[in-house]
Nanobody, 125 residues
Framework: VQLQAFGGGLVQAGGSLRLSCVGSGRTFSNYVMGWFRQAPGKEREFVAGITWNSGSTSYAGSVKGRFTISRDNAKNTVYLQMNSLKPEDTAVYYC???????????????????WGQGTQVTVSS
């Protein structure tokens, strides 16, 4: 089971980035998928999650209205469109798969058991 996240980079405040996370080894189409991030010196935090059928999404308050999570089950891929980026969005972003099938989005990282390697997002002021 592997998750590979990419699409990070350096962007100015107000700019946009689109992260992608591709899964291999098994299908994730029946599972909630989430994005988390970790800034230097801080704990990993939930950013966004999406149910298996894209029927429901959830966002951290700090990104709501600016970030959009989506998925393409045929491609075993989840996306995070990030707009109006702020310097405080700077972090390593990780994608993850919930350990349960069919469930609602959960924001506790302990509930996810497959993690990608992370992609760095740096937002300059």
């Amino acid at each position: 089971v592997q998750l590979q996240a990419f699409g990070g980079g350096l962007v100015q405040a107000g700019g946009s980035l689109r992260l992608s996370c591709v899964g291999s080894g098994r299908t994730f189409s029946n599972y909630v998928m989430g994005w988390f991030r970790q800034a230097p010196g801080k704990e990993r935090e939930f950013v966004a999650g999406i149910t298996w059928n894209s029927g429901s999404t959830s966002y951290a308050g700090s990104v709501k209205g600016r970030f959009t999570i989506s998925r393409d089950n045929a491609k075993n891929t989840v996306y995070l469109q990030m707009n109006s980026l702020k310097p405080e969005d700077t972090a390593v972003y990780y994608c993850a798969v919930d350990r349960r099938r069919w469930g609602p989005v959960r924001d506790d990282s302990d509930e996810y058991d497959s993690w990608g390697q992370g992609t760095q997002v740096t937002v300059s002021s």
